[in-house]
């Protein structure tokens, strides 16, 4: 099983950044795609940027694209979103979702199953 930590989230201005972090520890042998989703209130939980670990091919909402970046450091076991010209409809809790096994393919990031979950960041946008 994996361990997920968030951290990075907050009260911003609209326009402003944020870099959210997670961090991974416990049974990382394989993961197959490590995702942030948001969960804004009264919506269902939305994938906002995934990454396929073996190609680092990177998958973003509409609504992410041109404004957050998925990254990692494997080093540290970390996946990063670096969220920029953030919007008030940005709000909402952020957890960073982790697939495990091997997976070399193509598939987008929302078809995966993911058995580990973060505990959330709160990130706020205001107008």
């Known amino acids: 099983q994996v361990q997920l930590v968030e951290s990075g989230g907050g009260l911003v201005q609209a326009g402003g950044s944020l870099r959210l972090s997670c961090a991974a520890s416990?049974?990382?042998?394989?993961?197959?795609?490590m995702s942030w989703y948001r969960q804004a209130p009264g919506k269902q939980r939305e994938l906002v940027a995934g990454m396929i670990s073996s190609s680092g091919r990177t998958h973003y909402s509409d609504s992410a694209k041109g404004r957050f970046t998925i990254s990692r450091d494997n080093a540290k076991n970390t996946v990063y979103l670096q969220m920029n010209s953030l919007k008030p409809e940005d709000t909402g809790v952020y957890y960073c979702?982790?697939?495990?096994?091997?997976?070399?393919?193509?598939?987008?990031?929302?078809?995966?199953?993911?058995?580990?979950w973060g505990q959330g960041t709160q990130v706020t946008v205001s107008s």
């Open positions: 416990g049974s990382i042998f394989s993961i197959a795609a």
């Open positions: 979702a982790v697939s495990g096994g091997s997976y070399y393919g193509n598939r987008r990031c929302d078809m995966f199953e993911y058995e580990n």
